[in-house]
């Protein structure tokens, strides 16, 4: 069974498990081991000598070996650490933590998504995450359809009940889901052909194994390497050396858009990555980053924001569409000339366009 009870406070979680038959007789670590994976058997060793994870009701000194039995609650108190704080020019971001609603009945939430806040827990981001917040909220599981990036902001769907999770992810599965992104990138002259409609088709796949598959590399179109990925481009406005887009990804790999659209001299403001490079990206999660770090990125994240999405629900096609998130808003009003207002006025006709035109 997962987790029966979540206390989530602003800087301690506290899980409640419950022991099922076919565990009884397990000893207290390895039970742990099956629910925090990417913690090792010495961590978690740590947790129970220092009364971190206990077994309600149970007297006497807990131990790694202690046998637990059917039925025992076991309860787990985990720490925010400062590895989940974001740094930009050497002070700690205001993160959002209160993701704005676009849609909400029974069985879906739509949100949009902040900047920073990750989809649902990981080994490094246990805090700051939608299924969490709304957990905390809604007093029951909330379940992950999809996910974004936690630097990518953005439309976002989250189930309320397992059977809702299903028919929405098989609707991705299927290839009924529709999505587009907005970006802002830097202008590389000596790749970008000034095209401002155009189609990538590199193949896509992990640069190498461990750390490097943080690493998305590109391959030919017709290439036996790589997995598929296609992502159709609208350029909406150019100034300087920064263009302003859309994406329309028509497959759903990892890192795709950023990928693509630095193949063809658009990469994005802020990527790490692929406007930036490894070391630079290492630099940036170690809180090492140079005053010229912070010059060639110019924002703390990577320009993506998922605007919108459309696809089936409840005997029809639904579209759920957001707004430029503030950061980027800030971004484009000190940088540039064009009416925000206006941009995103423009930026809704299309999406509603593109959207009308999939019914």
Known sequence: MPVTQKQYEKNKLVNHYLVEEHQHGMRLDQFIQIYLSSFSRQKIKKKIDAGEITIIGRPGKIRPSSRIQNKDMISMIIHRTTHEDEWWNGK????????????????????????????????????????????????RTIHSI??????????????????????????????????????????????????????VNDRLSPKGDGLERVIIISHPENSSLGKKAQTHFEIMYVENDYAIGLAFPRT?????????????????????????????????????????????????????????????????????????????????QDKLTISVVELEKKIKARVDDYFSETD
């Not at 769907?157 to 290839?175: N, V, Y």
């Not at 630099?283 to 980053?289: C, E, I, T, V």
Request: hydrophobic share 35%.
């Open 92 to 139: 700690k971001l205001e993160i959002e933590e209160v993701p704005p609603i676009i849609f909400e009945d029974d069985n879906l939430l739509v949100i949009d998504k902040p900047p920073f806040m990750a989809t649902h827990p990981t080994g490094r981001h246990v805090f700051n995450c939608a299924t969490i917040y709304f957990e905390t909220i809604h007093k």
């Open 146 to 199: 999809h996910r974004l990036d936690r630097e990518t902001s953005g439309t976002l769907l989250l189930a309320k009940s397992p059977k809702t999770a299903q028919i929405m992810t098989d609707h991705f599965e299927k290839g009924l889901v529709r999505k587009c992104y907005f970006f802002i990138s830097k202008i590389d002259n000596t790749k970008y052909d000034g095209k401002k409609v155009f189609e």
């Open 252 to 332: 759903g790999r990892q890192h795709q858009i950023r990928v693509h659209a630095a193949l063809r001299g658009l990469p994005l403001v802020g990527d790490k990555l692929y406007l930036g490079n490894y070391p630079l990206f290492q630099r940036f999660k170690d809180n090492l980053a140079t005053p010229e770090d912070h010059e060639l990125m110019e924002i703390p994240r990577h320009a993506l924001h998922s605007i919108g999405l459309s696809l089936p629900y409840e005997n029809k096609i639904e579209h759920f569409i957001g707004h430029i998130p503030q950061d980027l808003k800030e971004w484009i």
